[in-house]
């Protein structure tokens, strides 16, 4: 049975810091997997997919990287804004659904 | 290009009735899935919809039904309801399905009281 686990579950950082967001999964068969941000009450914004082939992807200050055979990917976020705040959520796709895991809480304050 | 809608977004009911919930993917996409969010089990799969056949079904009892028309919107019913089932219900889309990127709408919260 695929798990999906978060490391931290929370994240509190001053404006302007680099960090950066774990994920682990158990089953490495997977098709592909997807970065979500989820604001408080709201649906889930998609942020950067990645396929089972690729390594990592990229899109403005945001950089996810992928290794299957360890069961990690991370997400890399640069110079941090306060407009980051949410919540960060990374989901496996095998076969036919999502699996996603618990999400980290990220705050940055200015 | 108009992103993943859902209606209504804010419905209070009452145990042992029963709610429809409404989904309209991204234009061009046929594949509908639908997720419950609650706080303790986080994000779990309902089932997935495409070209009209429900495709996938996850771990939910036969009260949570779903079904989706010839114009690849969708519904979600779920009748009985129970206390437990209050959450937000979220549905996605994509193009094909399995391997392209999800799209997720804006929720439905749903409190049963």
């Known amino acids: 049975k695929q798990e999906v686990t978060q490391i931290p579950a929370a994240l509190s950082v001053p404006e302007g810091e680099n960090l950066v967001l774990n994920c682990s999964f158990t089953?490495?068969?997977?098709?592909?997997l997807q970065w979500f941000r989820q604001d408080p009450g709201k649906g889930l914004t998609s942020l950067l997919l990645?396929?089972?082939?690729?390594r990592e992807q990229t899109s403005g200050r945001l950089n996810a990287s992928l290794d299957k055979s360890s069961g990690r990917s991370t997400l890399y976020i640069a110079a941090s804004q306060p407009g980051d705040s949410a919540t960060y959520l990374c989901a496996v796709r095998k076969t036919d659904k999502l699996i996603f895991g618990t999400g980290t809480r990220l705050q940055v304050f200015p | 290009k108009a992103g993943v809608t859902q209606t209504p977004r804010y419905l209070i009911k009452t145990r042992g009735q029963q709610v429809t919930l409404s989904c309209s993917p991204i234009s061009g996409h046929r594949s509908v899935s639908w997720y419950q969010q609650t706080p303790g089990q986080g994000l779990q799969f309902l089932f997935e919809y495409f070209s009209e056949t429900q495709r996938n079904k996850g771990n939910f009892p036969g009260r949570f039904s779903g079904r989706q028309f010839s114009n690849s919107r969708s519904e979600m019913n779920v009748s009985t309801l129970e206390l437990g089932d209050s959450a937000l219900y979220l549905c996605?889309?994509?193009?094909?399905?399995?391997?392209?990127?999800?799209?997720f709408g804006p929720g439905t919260r749903l409190t049963v009281l």
């Open positions: 089953d490495s068969a997977i098709y592909n």
């Open positions: 996605a889309s994509s193009l094909l399905g399995t391997s392209n990127e999800q799209f």
């Open positions: 990645i396929q089972s082939s690729q």
